[in-house]
Nanobody
Framework: QVQLVESGGGLVQAGDTLRLSCAAS????????MGWFRQAPGSVREFVAA????????LYADSVRGRFTVSKDNAKSTVYLQMNSLKPEDTAVYYC???????????????????WGKGTLVTVSS
C-alpha cells in the first residue's frame, strides 16, 4: 500500500523559509511525477509545483516561481518543497500527490493523481 506523508509545516512570519518533505512508502517511484498542491481556507485546491522522477524536470505555479523550489531524492523516495520569502497568502494546507505515469504537465491539472498525502499546514503571519 502506497502512502505519502508530508511534514515540515508550521507557523512562520512573512519573509521566513520552510522546507516541506513528502516521503513515499510502499513502492519505489522511477517514473511518473510528484506534485505539491495547496488549499487555503475557503478556497479551491491549487497547483504549486511538480517534479518528474526521471530526469527531474520541474514546473511551478506563477504565484510561487522564484520563491519555491521543488527537489527530490530518488533513493529516499522523498520530494521536497523549499519555500523562501513566504507571504501571508501562502497560508494553506499543503498536499503532495503522485502520478505513476504522468509528466509534470499532467500533474499540474491535479486530476487523476494516483496517491495523495493528508497534508501539512503552513501558516504565514504578517
Amino acid at each position: 500500500q502506497v502512502q505519502l506523508v508530508e511534514s515540515g509545516g508550521g507557523l512562520v512570519q512573512a519573509g521566513d523559509t520552510l522546507r516541506l518533505s513528502c516521503a513515499a512508502s510502499g513502492r519505489t517511484f522511477s517514473s511518473g511525477a510528484m506534485g505539491w498542491f495547496r488549499q487555503a481556507p475557503g478556497s479551491v485546491r491549487e497547483f504549486v509545483a511538480a517534479i518528474s522522477w526521471s530526469g527531474g524536470s520541474t514546473l511551478y505555479a506563477d504565484s510561487v516561481r522564484g520563491r519555491f523550489t521543488v527537489s527530490k531524492d530518488n533513493a529516499k523516495s522523498t520530494v521536497y518543497l523549499q519555500m523562501n520569502s513566504l507571504k501571508p497568502e501562502d497560508t494553506a494546507v499543503y498536499y503532495c500527490a503522485a502520478s505513476e505515469w504522468g509528466n509534470t504537465d499532467y500533474v499540474r491539472t491535479g486530476d487523476g493523481m494516483d496517491y495523495w498525502g493528508k497534508g501539512t499546514l503552513v501558516t504565514v503571519s504578517s
